[in-house]
């Protein structure tokens, strides 16, 4: 038979037991009857693509004209001529259309896929377009949500696209347009290129990271400077450098390696950086300056008029908080400011 104070003893167990045990109740519930099997849903800000959304209204469309597989999704209306300014404003799903041509501003609540081009007028606005060819809208458009031509996709001045846009050919960014994530072959703001003054290697003198004040060799290919530093002009250096400080890199030189700095990075007028930039604060490019690689900051990049970022055969990124372009830079790749970027007229 159980004394009392045995009986205390296992009540007071007992309870222990039960409090160890409750936080496990959930998992084991979780075990027998799984709630979290479905795929997450994932917010369309965070998809890695750039073109991620219109390919898949591309998939869709394609399945909808019977020339590509089932999707699920084919819910189009299907206009059997170029859609118009009344068919767009009272359309109650996204519509598949031939070549539009319009002199006349269009307006688009919905998805519009074309099947061929489509040229806008001025003040066009548009949430998502897709064109199997190209896409001209006059200035002052918008795109609000997402645009892709596999041909060239082509905003004019003051225009605002800030979600994505992409092109299979290449974008051209009138001036005074804003934009956030772009991506193409190629990509040009603003009128056109300039001629650009170019220095040939040649002409320039070899250097050595030895010789700046304060660099310590970490390899052969890498040096450290603790502190500010700044590269002569029209120099040659081969090799990455590392500054903890502010790096200044001379009008006309060319650093063939990796560069990276903690306080901001100037690349004056000419110079050219056969790899990439990185910096934790602002980065400045000067006019007719270019980088090969990657172009990233974690505040903000200003890019001289006919600075060229990236190559045809190299495509590459920018990134930064903020991105200012002036008119006639030109970029590989892709293009990201993840709050805002705008194209500045000389």
């Known amino acids: 038979?159980?004394?009392?104070?045995?009986?205390?003893?296992?009540?007071?167990?007992?309870?222990?037991?039960?409090?160890?045990?409750?936080?496990?109740?959930?998992?084991?519930?979780?075990?027998?009857?799984?709630?979290?099997?479905?795929?997450?849903?994932?917010?369309?800000?965070?998809?890695?693509?750039?073109?991620?959304?219109?390919?898949?209204?591309?998939?869709?469309?394609?399945?909808?004209?019977?020339?590509?597989?089932?999707?699920?999704?084919?819910?189009?209306?299907?206009?059997?001529?170029?859609?118009?300014?009344?068919?767009?404003?009272?359309?109650?799903k996204r519509m598949i259309s031939p070549d539009i041509q319009s002199v006349e501003a269009l307006h688009s609540?919905?998805?519009?896929?074309?099947?061929?081009?489509?040229?806008?007028?001025?003040?066009?606005?548009?949430?998502?377009?897709?064109?199997?060819?190209?896409?001209?809208?006059?200035?002052?458009?918008?795109?609000?949500?997402?645009?892709?031509?596999?041909?060239?996709?082509?905003?004019?001045?003051?225009?605002?696209?800030?979600?994505?846009?992409?092109?299979?050919?290449?974008?051209?960014?009138?001036?005074?347009?804003?934009f956030e994530r772009v991506q193409a072959p190629v990509v040009h703001f603003g009128s056109g290129r300039s001629p650009a003054a170019s220095y040939s290697q040649e002409e320039l003198e070899e250097s050595g990271y030895g010789d700046l004040p304060d660099a310590v060799m970490q390899t052969p290919l890498l040096y450290i400077v603790r502190g500010n530093c700044s590269l002569p002009p029209t120099r040659i250096y081969r090799g990455s450098l590392v500054v903890t400080g502010f790096l200044i890199i001379g009008p006309g030189t060319t650093v063939i390696g990796d560069v990276k700095a903690r306080e901001g990075i100037s690349i004056a007028r000419g110079a050219q950086v056969l790899g990439a930039v990185t910096c934790e604060k602002r980065v400045y490019m000067f006019n007719d300056s270019s980088v090969s690689g990657p172009l990233v900051s974690e505040t903000d990049i200003l890019i001289g008029a006919n600075a060229v970022i990236g190559r045809p055969d190299a495509p590459t990124t920018i990134s930064a908080r903020n991105i200012i372009v002036e008119d006639g830079v030109v970029a590989h790749g892709a293009v990201w400011a993840h709050e805002i970027g705008m194209v500045k007229a000389a």
């Open 1 to 92: 038979m159980m004394t009392p104070g045995y009986l205390t003893y296992f009540t007071f167990a007992l309870i222990c037991l039960l409090l160890l045990t409750l936080p496990f109740v959930p998992a084991f519930k979780e075990w027998l009857y799984p709630t979290d099997s479905g795929a997450l849903p994932i917010s369309a800000a965070y998809t890695s693509d750039i073109d991620h959304f219109a390919r898949r209204l591309d998939a869709d469309a394609r399945a909808r004209l019977g020339t590509g597989s089932p999707t699920g999704f084919e819910d189009f209306e299907l206009m059997a001529h170029p859609a118009g300014v009344a068919d767009l404003r009272d359309a109650r």
């Open 109 to 178: 609540a919905q998805p519009l896929y074309v099947n061929g081009s489509i040229h806008a007028g001025a003040g066009s606005v548009f949430s998502a377009l897709y064109a199997t060819g190209s896409v001209a809208l006059g200035a002052q458009s918008e795109i609000r949500d997402w645009g892709h031509a596999d041909g060239v996709l082509v905003l004019n001045n003051n225009s605002v696209a800030m979600r994505r846009i992409s092109a299979g050919m290449a974008v051209e960014l009138g001036n005074e347009t804003w």
